[in-house]
């Protein structure tokens, strides 16, 4: 057996020493063949472009489930294919830079669930936040002078003043900045008809802070100091009444909430410009010394409530979430949004209240909390069944489960 294989590496090497100058020659001569250079040179750029391709590929096309994004930022509108879940996720994989004082709309937690979803990055220009004597300079791009300033850090109440003027002599990205003045309240003791309460005012006068907190004084009452009096820090000011018992009750107010249409939002999406706080409402009686009966006398704003501004997308997507919510509701109401047939379910996509509430208060949206669904506007019904869906483990299957079996739709917003 090893004489056999002896004589086979023998045969072997005679073979390869036969066929290799062959080979080499062969080689050499296609070397100098007249368009040897080019066609390798075209043969290794080939190699390249795959390879550049492929790693293209795997960056900036995703899977073949991925939604059509517009992002516009910089100037600039962006179409993107994305399998991201959110805003956030996106923007990190676009390698897109969020600086001091950028606003994302809608924000970076949203879900991306559509074609044609909108995301609008808002660059920061200059702001000169002027406080007092003191100046600051930031950078932001929030909608409303308030919101600019909070988001620059400062503490507001609500009874502050605060107000915006251009500014030609700072120019960043293109745009002018805007000079925010904040007119501060200083506290005051106010004690109306025995009652002590806390409270804060402008630096003007007594006159000027019971009109801003909307108190009417009536025949026989006092005011100490006077009405011209102006107001400093910790003035205490004293209405009284004699010759009748007056008691007090307090109640919050709630924050009043302005909508408006944005036609670069998507359609279920939405973004907050500036957050609101309640309000507390002080209401006095007077008592009948003979009855005991109450009588109200007047409703006193201790604390104004701030108003929130939240914008509503409208802009229509295309294909799946528009054709999904068309045929919800559809099959709910026969696409009505103010139905209302006294079957305790209401709009187009008959929520009862418990359900529409309790969404409204675990996303965020307690401006609809307590209202009837059908009383919302299209835009926030399409928002809620949305949110709704989302937020629970089995989307449609659970909380529409008849037209989910009839319609033969996604369990949840495509």
């Not at 001569?29 to 007249?34: K, L």
Request: charged share 15%.
């Amino acid at each position: 057996m090893w004489q056999r294989l002896q004589k086979t590496q023998v045969r072997f090497m005679r073979y390869r020493r036969l066929r290799w100058p062959k080979t080499v020659r062969k080689m050499k001569r296609a070397s100098r063949h007249p368009y040897a250079t080019a066609g390798g040179t075209f043969f290794v750029l080939l190699i390249v472009a795959i390879v550049a391709f492929l790693v293209v590929n795997k960056i900036d096309h995703p899977a073949n489930n991925a939604y059509i994004v517009l992002v516009r930022h910089d100037g600039v509108l962006q179409t993107v294919p994305s399998n991201e879940p959110t805003v956030g996720a996106l923007l990190n994989r676009l390698h897109i830079m969020l600086h001091e004082g950028d606003v994302v709309q809608p924000s970076e937690v949203t879900r991306i669930n559509s074609n044609d979803f909108r995301i609008n990055i808002l660059r920061a220009t200059p702001v000169e936040i002027v406080e007092g004597s003191s100046r600051t300079y930031s950078f932001s791009a929030a909608a409303t002078p308030r919101a600019i300033a909070q988001q620059a850090g400062f503490t507001l109440y609500p009874e502050d003043k605060v107000t915006d003027s251009p500014s030609p002599s700072y120019i960043g990205g293109g745009a002018i900045g805007k000079v925010i003045t904040i007119e501060q309240s200083v506290p005051v003791s106010l004690v109306l008809y025995g009652t002590p309460i806390a409270t804060r005012a402008l630096p003007k006068t007594v006159g000027d802070m019971l009109k801003a907190k909307h108190i009417v004084l009536r025949p026989g009452d006092t005011v100490q100091p006077s009405l011209n009096t102006p107001i400093t820090p910790n003035t205490q000011i004293l209405v009284l009444h004699k010759g009748e018992q007056v008691v007090t009750a307090t109640q919050p107010i709630p924050e009043p909430v302005q909508t408006e249409n944005d036609p670069n939002l998507s359609v279920g999406t939405s973004a907050v410009q500036q957050q609101g706080s309640p309000g507390t409402l002080l209401t006095t009686y007077v008592i009948n010394a003979k009855t005991g009966a109450r009588t109200k006398l007047q409703s006193v704003e201790v604390e104004p409530p701030v108003p929130e501004i939240e914008l509503i997308g409208t802009a229509p997507v295309s294909g799946n979430l528009a054709t999904w919510l068309y045929t919800l509701r559809e099959c709910e109401s026969g696409g009505n949004y103010q139905d209302n047939t006294g079957n305790g379910f209401y709009g187009a996509y008959q929520f009862s209240t418990t359900t529409w509430n309790n969404t409204a208060s675990l996303t965020g949206h307690s401006n609809l909390v307590g209202i009837l669904p059908s009383q919302a506007t299209p835009a926030e019904q399409d928002l809620m069944i949305v949110l709704n869906t989302n937020i629970s483990r089995a989307g449609l299957a659970s909380q529409n489960p008849g037209c989910y079996l009839k319609t033969g739709i996604s369990a949840f917003p495509p």
